[in-house]
């Protein structure tokens, strides 16, 4: 760590200059650059930023999402535990289970942001459940970001354009990030590209 500082306050005039960032990437992959993105990427666009999350992995995308965003992120939890293999069927087909209570008027939101894991190549019922619940949406933008094992993500997207479609909202950007990457801590830059696609600082792109 006395080294990391040494190296910043020998740069300083390059950290303080945004033409620097890439330089500030490189020092540190996550905790000295943040700063910089959090206030880069600050806007008054409202954001709801929501999530459902089995293993962990999904949680940590969508909480360092949200910090790039800066909102805070809502978990989906279930009204009552099941079976994988329950949870797993239901997905596959389609359906939803209950959860509980959530913020699903979207009245005073600009954008709903939702990151969700993949299952049978779809979501899981309870990211179904919320989509049904919405309200006020209709003509508003939705991003979504889904975390899978190793396959599976365009399918997802697909299901979940479809629901929020009949919804009556937009899709109007989606990613994926994959389990090994999360572990491994590398997904940073990709959901900071991602962060400036939901602000209108960069082009659509999966």
Not at 24 to 49: A, C, N, P, Q
Not at 94 to 119: F, M, N, Q, R, T
Request: hydrophobic share 40%; charged share 25%.
């Amino acid at each position: 760590m006395g080294g990391l500082w040494q190296g910043i306050r020998r740069n300083k005039n390059q950290w303080w200059n945004p033409a620097s960032l890439q330089y500030v990437r490189v020092v540190s992959s996550r905790f000295i650059y943040l700063f910089y993105e959090r206030e880069h990427l600050m806007t008054d666009m409202r954001i709801l930023l929501v999530y459902y999350s089995w293993k962990g992995h999904t949680a940590k995308v969508a909480e360092h999402l949200a910090d790039l965003l800066h909102t805070e992120p809502v978990r989906i939890e279930p009204a009552a535990d099941s079976g994988m293999f329950k949870k797993a069927m239901k997905a596959l087909l389609g359906w939803c289970s209950p959860i509980k209570p959530v913020k699903e008027d979207l009245s005073d939101i600009d954008v709903l942001v939702i990151a969700s894991p993949v299952w049978a190549g779809k979501v899981p019922p309870y990211v179904n459940e919320y989509i049904s619940r919405l309200s006020m949406c209709e003509g508003k933008r939705c991003y979504v970001v889904v975390e899978m094992g190793g396959s599976g993500a365009e399918n997802a997207i697909r299901h979940l354009k479809g629901r929020l479609e009949n919804k009556g909202m937009k899709l109007a950007g989606s990613t994926w990030t994959i389990e090994k990457d999360v572990d491994a801590n590398i997904v940073y830059d990709h959901l900071i590209v991602f962060a400036e696609t939901i602000h209108g600082k960069k082009s659509v792109s999966s």
